[in-house]
């Protein structure tokens, strides 16, 4: 049975760190791309970070960059990412999700995944 776990989450003040964590089980962690993607209330899910299975080269969303940090463990089936410097906007049920192709277009939205998480609250107040 394939499992994403997210971890993690919960309530910070602006400028705060978080870190996120996915735990996985029952599918080759090496074959896929995994990364991350959110959704605020009322919004559209939009991806967030990611790992590619071809070159492990990462991909972010040009809001989060140098404030948000993907990383992952093969050797634990772990994926990680530490963020920083939280902004309210940031607030979001963040996603675990994997997928078995490289980087496309799939990180806008998350279309065609293989596999997600059931997410991980992020509140940051003001």
């Known amino acids: 049975e394939v499992q994403l776990v997210e971890s993690g989450g919960g309530l910070v003040q602006a400028g705060g760190s978080l870190r996120l964590s996915c735990a996985t089980s029952?599918?080759?962690?090496?074959?896929?791309?995994i990364g991350w993607f959110r959704q605020a209330p009322g919004k559209e899910r939009e991806g967030v970070s990611f790992?590619?299975?071809?070159?492990?080269?990462?991909w972010y969303l040009d809001s989060v960059k140098g404030r948000f940090t993907i990383s992952k463990d093969n050797a634990k089936n772990m994926l990680y990412l530490q963020m920083n410097s939280l902004r309210p906007e940031d607030t979001a049920v963040y996603y675990c999700?994997?997928?078995?192709?490289?980087?496309?277009?799939?990180?806008?939205?998350?279309?065609?995944?293989?596999?997600w998480g059931k997410g991980t609250l992020v509140t940051v107040s003001s």
């Open positions: 999700a994997a997928i078995g192709e490289g980087i496309g277009s799939w990180v806008i939205r998350g279309t065609g995944m293989d596999y």
């Open positions: 790992i590619s299975k071809i070159d492990s080269s990462t």
């Open positions: 029952g599918f080759t962690f090496d074959d896929y791309s």
